[in-house]
């Protein structure tokens, strides 16, 4: 198990630049594309975070190839070898789940471990079973495991119960190679969906709505090779936004998008920090002494992401005042409200709600991290917990954040990475 230390004499003020990786989110589903085509998939701004490594053991499994440069991965599944998603990988990282559409697709079959619950609450895959048999799979649950058969999946018309960002992912893919066309309904909206479906058409696939609610698909005999740009992390923008209004810094974040920003530019805007595009790709922020309470609560794109939850949070422990953070998304993410507890906050929990109290100085203590954005937010409330703050378990971190010690350590952060720490608290693993 490894640890992140930050040392902190007095509270930082983060200043200078950060170029912001490539979308994890994104990422996943465009390797998992790669199982709908025996053409290479040439994809850049990879970020080379451990979540991709998984996707990429994973996917070798299943029968692809890969060659991984700086940040471009070529990846070629000229043939499937296998089928199977087995329970360590989908445990390790639940978007393991998004092979079942292609394979399904391509394959005729598939069979991929139920992911279970999670450190974050009760995650059905439910709509995304019931999307495939729409699409004319049969499908059973046998020994834990997701077994799919369909010889050739045909189109329908299927609307999602509920919003679902990989859910809405797996039945684009599948649809694609289905005969006849397919009109998915109540569609997740997240830039990371609209990617992948951008990267479906570059791939031959014949796809109307991106954006949109409703998606129609039309059904090919196959797809074909692509090159393809990675979108920018907007939850690693996020993150170091916080950072800066958290800090009374002054950062400007490079390779973002601040289109898939909004929600959270509202927010920071209203609790004081100040916000500046500069051109297309770049943004910059600058933190006020005086932060300002603000109730947030989580919802599907374009609403504030859950995925910002617990890192906006930390911020609202420095607001003057109390907020209310109600999380609609999962049932129980609210893991690092107790972390952030033991550093000082004043932080209540009721049901789906939090209420913070501020303002509370923070001091460092050892936390451990739950789960990754929570691993985000003890990183942020290190950087003003005055001494030593320590976050144990930080794989965690390591699914989603690149080199986040090299970016904060360029900012004049004191942290240094701490391996075979014996010294911490056994957790649930995500
Ligand atoms: C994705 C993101 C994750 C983010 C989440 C919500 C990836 C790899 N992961 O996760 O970082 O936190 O979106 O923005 O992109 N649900 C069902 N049945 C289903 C599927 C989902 O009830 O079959 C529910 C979930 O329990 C949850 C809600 O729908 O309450 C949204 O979950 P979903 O969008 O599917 O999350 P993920 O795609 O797993």
């Known amino acids: 198990m490894e640890s992140l230390r930050i040392y902190t004499e007095k509270p930082y003020r983060l200043r200078g630049q950060v170029v912001i990786s490539g979308a994890k989110n994104a990422v996943l589903p465009a390797l998992a594309a790669s199982l709908l085509t025996s053409g290479e998939i040439n994809l850049s701004n990879v970020p080379l975070v451990k979540d991709v490594r998984t996707m990429l053991t994973l996917l070798s499994d299943l029968g692809a190839e890969y060659e991984l440069g700086k940040k471009s991965l070529r990846i070629k599944v000229e043939k499937i070898l296998s089928y199977q998603a087995p329970y360590q990988l989908v445990r390790a990282m639940r978007a393991s789940i998004l092979v079942l559409g292609p394979l399904l697709a391509r394959k005729g079959r598939a069979v991929v471990a139920l992911p279970g619950g999670c450190a974050i609450g009760t995650r059905p895959v439910d709509l995304h079973i019931n999307g495939l048999q729409k699409l004319g799979a049969s499908i059973k649950i046998e020994h834990g495991y997701i077994v799919a058969e369909a010889k050739k999946l045909r189109g329908a018309e299927f609307e999602f119960e509920k919003k679902t960002v990989t859910g809405t992912e797996n039945l684009v893919m599948a649809a694609t190679l289905a005969r006849g066309e397919t009109i ?3 569609c997740a909206l997240e830039p990371e969906v609209s990617s992948l479906c951008e990267l479906l058409v570059k791939m031959g696939a014949k796809i109307d709505g991106i954006g949109e609610e409703t998606i129609r698909i039309k059904g090919v005999d196959e797809l074909g090779p692509a090159d393809f740009r990675i979108i920018p992390d907007r939850i690693e923008a996020g993150t170091f936004m916080v950072a800066a209004a958290l800090t009374q810094g002054d950062l400007i974040l490079k390779e973002v998008e601040p289109d898939h920003l909004g929600a959270l530019i509202d927010k920071l805007t209203i609790s004081g920090a100040r916000i500046e595009k500069l051109g297309r790709r770049s943004i910059r922020v600058i933190g006020s002494p005086e932060i300002k309470p603000q109730d947030v609560t989580t919802a599907p794109y374009p609403g504030f992401p859950t995925d910002m939850q617990a890192q906006f949070m930390v911020l609202m422990t420095q607001a003057n005042g109390t907020s209310i953070i109600t999380e609609t998304i999962f049932d129980r993410r609210f893991a690092h409200a ?7 906050a004043n932080i209540e929990i009721q049901g789906d709600k939090a209420i913070v109290r501020g303002r509370t100085p923070l001091s460092g203590a050892e936390v451990m991290a739950t789960d990754l954005r929570a691993s985000a937010c003890l990183v942020l409330a290190g ?38 720490n014996n010294n911490h608290r056994m957790g649930e693993k995500k």
Do not use: F
């Open 184 to 186: 998915l309904k109540n």
């Open 338 to 344: 107790n972390e952030l507890i033991r550093l000082g």
């Open 383 to 420: 950087l003003i917990a005055t001494g030593q703050t320590t976050i144990n378990d930080i794989e965690h971190l390591d699914r989603g954040y690149e080199r986040i010690e090299e970016k904060l350590r360029k900012l004049g952060v004191k942290i240094e990475r701490l391996k075979n």
